[in-house]
Each structure stands twice: as structure tokens, then as C-alpha cells.
């Protein structure tokens, strides 16, 4: 069956950085398109990039650009969100995501905690 498995959120202080990694199974990973959302504490979720099949398209939101990196390695069935210059509103759960032929599938989600 599908699964994506996030991992690498942790506590960190404004303006350092983290790197999330989305480990995916049970589908053909160089077959699609991935994407990382995030959802705050009462607030809906939200995309915060997405990467081509073949990595040669990203995008990202505007709360995104210039400080976070979507790229994935498809040799290891892997996406990966790198994450500059954290401020506290980027605070959330982070989850991986991946819309396939028969379904819309999400990651258990890593928590990001952004303080000093």
C-alpha cells in the first residue's frame, strides 16, 4: 500500500534552518508529482511547494520563496523540503503529499516548532 513517511522536524530558533524528508512506497515515486503542505494550529492546511516527476519544476508559495528548497531524489523514493531562515509563523505540522492515479495519499505529518 502507499505510504509516506516524513521525518527531521524539530524545535528550532528563528532563522535556522531544518530539512524535512518524505520517504514514499507503494507507487512508481518517479511517476509523479510531490508536494509538502503545512497546517497551523487553527488554521487550514496549506501547500507550501511542489516538485515535478522529474524535478525540473517547483513551485512554491509566497511564504516559501526564496527561504525553502523542494527537491527529490528518485533513485531513493525520497522529497525533501529545506527550510532557511525560519520564523516563528512557519510553525506547524508539515506533511508530505502525493496525488496518484487512485488516490490523494498524506504522510502522519513532523512537527516544526519555530521559538526562541
Known amino acids: 500500500q502507499v505510504q509516506l513517511v516524513e521525518s527531521g522536524g524539530g524545535l528550532v530558533q528563528p532563522g535556522g534552518s531544518l530539512r524535512l524528508s518524505c520517504a514514499a512506497s507503494?507507487?512508481?515515486?518517479?511517476?509523479?508529482?510531490m508536494r509538502w503542505y503545512r497546517q497551523a494550529p487553527g488554521k487550514e492546511r496549506e501547500l507550501v511547494a511542489a516538485?515535478?516527476?522529474?524535478?525540473?519544476?517547483?513551485n512554491y508559495a509566497d511564504s516559501a520563496k526564496g527561504r525553502f528548497t523542494i527537491s527529490r531524489d528518485n533513485a531513493r523514493n525520497t522529497v525533501y523540503l529545506q527550510m532557511n531562515s525560519l520564523k516563528p509563523e512557519d510553525t506547524a505540522v508539515y506533511y508530505c503529499n502525493a496525488r496518484i492515479v487512485w488516490g490523494n495519499y498524506w504522510g502522519q505529518g513532523t512537527q516544526v516548532t519555530v521559538s526562541s
Open positions: 507503494g507507487f512508481i515515486f518517479s511517476n509523479y508529482a
Open positions: 516538485i515535478a516527476s522529474d524535478g525540473g519544476t517547483t
